[in-house]
T-cell receptor
């Protein structure tokens, strides 16, 4: 089952903040966040692991609530380059598959 | 250069024909994945493989087949049984569940 992302779309002005949420109905081993520009491959932003470990870019922050099976991506002081579609991916186990949500389209305006 | 190569970038086929999409990697990653992307649907998992000679069905495997005879290669065949094959197909690899996935540039398949 695909994780559920919210909101589906968001429009920001440069400098504004945004939060994108990801919720799963299953217990999670890891949560991944990616950004995709139109016609391009998704690019890795952040991975959050069961137990608290995180790996990712310095300017991106995210949280992972293991009990609630939820993750949130925090985008602060947005720039035009932040525009794109953000996907969360979830992995249910060490040998499991990686399932993505439907995405959140973020548009940053000048 | 290290990376994932998907070929071709654009592919056109007639309805009823099987077609094979290539995915090659030189990252020495064990796990490989195939996703299908349609507008508004996100990335949907077709097949994945954690090790050579083994693969598992994803959520939308019907009408597709794969093989994993070599660590570097994970080709996807879109068969005539796939009712609506026109889509953007992405291949990805990872070291494992505790590491990020790396994506190829994708193949856009159009069936006419």
């Amino acid at each position: 089952q695909q994780p559920v992302q919210s909101p589906q779309a968001v429009i920001l002005r440069e400098g504004e903040d945004a939060v994108i949420n990801c919720s799963s109905s299953k217990a999670l081993y890891s949560v991944h966040w990616y950004r995709q520009k139109h016609g391009e491959a998704p690019v890795f932003l952040m991975i959050l692991l069961k137990g608290g470990e995180q790996k990712g870019h310095d300017k991106i922050s995210a949280s992972f609530n293991e009990k609630k099976q939820q993750s949130s991506l925090y985008l602060t002081a947005s720039q035009l380059s932040y525009s794109g579609t953000y996907f969360c991916g979830v992995n249910g186990g060490s040998q499991g598959n990686l399932i993505f949500g439907k995405g959140t389209k973020l548009s940053v305006k000048p | 250069d290290g990376g994932i190569t998907q070929s071709p970038k654009y592919l056109f086929r007639k309805e009823g024909q099987n077609v094979t999409l290539s995915c090659e990697q030189n990252l020495n990653h064990d796990a490989m994945y195939w996703y299908r992307q349609d507008p508004g649907q996100g990335l949907r998992l077709i097949y994945y493989s954690q090790i050579v000679n083994d693969f598992q069905k994803g959520d939308i495997a019907e009408g597709y087949s794969v093989s994993r005879e070599k660590k570097e290669s994970f080709p996807l065949t879109v068969t005539s049984a796939q009712k609506n094959p026109t889509a953007f197909y992405l291949c990805a690899t990872s070291v494992g569940a505790r590491s990020e996935a790396f994506f190829g540039q994708g193949t856009r398949l159009t069936v006419v």
